[in-house]
């Protein structure tokens, strides 16, 4: 079982539940040898590290004194460690070797038998740019295997996880074929296999593809692993694409030919030998000159970088994870893609993919947008903006620009004489900003340098395309000069409700205030928007200081539900949920029956039954594709229940 405590992008923090072992992801599991005496790191330093490391069931099936003592004393005492083991089933020898001496289900039931907490199936790792054919043949025959495997489980209770390794070669739509199969079997992790020729390679794009192509076709409540990922540089990428799981033999790979691994690549140790020091703080480089590491003897020296590379490795994972929570994850991604141009290239294609993406990416963050290039100007939060900007019901449009030394927000420095007028601010990321919504995040949360104008061009068509889409709607289109001009012509005016009316439509889609007559609240130091009242003084939304979100009240809520048509921003909770959902109480998973598949995380939603009655409102955890799947944890926290007779 799977939940989500933070996210941004495609990744996740989350909590595997692995037969009551808990384990937090993403994270990285060290590949142990089965063999006590050949680990080249102490399995107590391994410990100190993580909850979950990885080794081969194939390996220990054929040697057969591990077998034998395997069987005996089970795995977990077999290597000394008594949390979560993971196995391998030899298919990587399977494809170095082109064969194994062991049937795929003999290797599942040994793998049940010596206790380990999650087995893989004996999956075909087809290799890169083999003839289609080929790649189906093997497909199928894997498919088989994975039928086979979750029989064999389901019939003899088998407490093990099962791992469903996803196939198809550099085949998109084997993989996606592959996803959908595996989907049906209901693996309990779904690893990307095959991939470590691709990455050996640097072809990082196609690697990016298959991990795309494979996330849509598979449950989003599964944690996906990338097998045979271990190199630091490419995690955030990854968990940015939603991998939830890697696993490192890169560790000791690497220090085997003296090579040391840093989040921006690889070093040789040849080459660092002349450096003062290392350009790393772990235990080790503190420790050790690199010359003093150089010079010692070779069995040492292993175990020692080895030492060294996964500090790098669980380090970059625990940055990563930083940044889910901070909402920085893309920012750090873009940091990383420039490490090598293969990377980069492999950031670019995501441009085709946004349409998936943005459904998963928050809405609200809590660090600000941060440009770091033209890439950034395809990112989910520019997408959505652009698809929201349509959301307005504009009537009469001024396009204008305003000078730089205007400072943001504009609608909080500027004043406009009109009420009933749209104005659109040609701006360079985000196309056209409407002047009435420009607090909502990120139209005013985001830092840039001074665009390049080839830079400004990349946005042109776009908004060229929209002011056709303007005019086919029949909306008057007046292009004005830059608008400090024109205000400083006009005095100072007051338009609050065609702003909050605005500033409704970008946020849910639809009029919600209509012709009710509301009022605002000022910050009286600064301002700037606090709060929507109705006539009597009541307050309908909160304007949410970081990112000016409209937060709704009770009666903020009934307002929105009274004017969003079911079943746009609705939570469909069964009858069990209903009294306590009234009361106040969060939406979990299993409780959902059906909801707005448009939803996304950290939008505000409204909780109802079946025949829609309103039973409580707040802030979606899971987005509406995830929350039909889900069956553990959060989805959504509530702010306020609403009782039967109100
Ligand atoms: N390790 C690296 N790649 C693979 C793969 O495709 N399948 C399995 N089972 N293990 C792997
Ligand atoms: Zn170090």
Redesign the pocket.
Known sequence: MFEIKYRDALGRIGILDINGKKIETPTIMPVIHPNPKKQVVPIDFIKKLTDIIITNSYITYITKSLRELALKVGIHKLIGFDKVIVT??G??QL?TYGDVKVSPREIIEFQEKIGVDVG????I?TPPDVEKEKAEKDLEETLRRAKEAIELKREKNFKMLL?G?I?GSTYLELRQRAAREMAKLNFDIY?I????PLMESYRFKEVAEIIINSKMNLPTNKPVHL??CGHPMLFALAVALGCDLF?SAAYILYAKDDRYLTERGTLSLEELKDLKSFPCSCPICSQYTPKELYQLEKKERERILAEHNLYVTFEEMNRIKEAIKNGSLWELVEERVRAHPKLLEAYRVLKNYMYYIERFDPVIKKTAFFYSGVESLFRPEVYRHKKRLKRIKYEKVYITTVSKDIERPYSENLNVKETDVDILIKHPIFGYIPYYIDTIYPLSQHEAPELYDFEKEINKKFQEEFLEFLKKKGVKVLNIVEYNYYINSIGKFNSDSFRIKRMLEYQYGYDIIKDKKIKVVRSKNTGRLRQVLDENDNILFSVRSHDNLLIPSKLGAKLLWENIPFPKYRVVVNKEAEPFIREGRNVFAKFVIDCDEDIRPYEEVLVVNEDDDLLGYGTAILNGIEMKEFSTGLAVKVRGGIKCVE
Not at 120 to 123: A, G, M, R, S, V
Not at 193 to 196: H, I
């Open positions: 391998d089933s298919s990587f494809g893989t199936i004996l999956d790792p791992n390794t196939q690893p296999g095959a991939v470590v097998f045979g696993d």
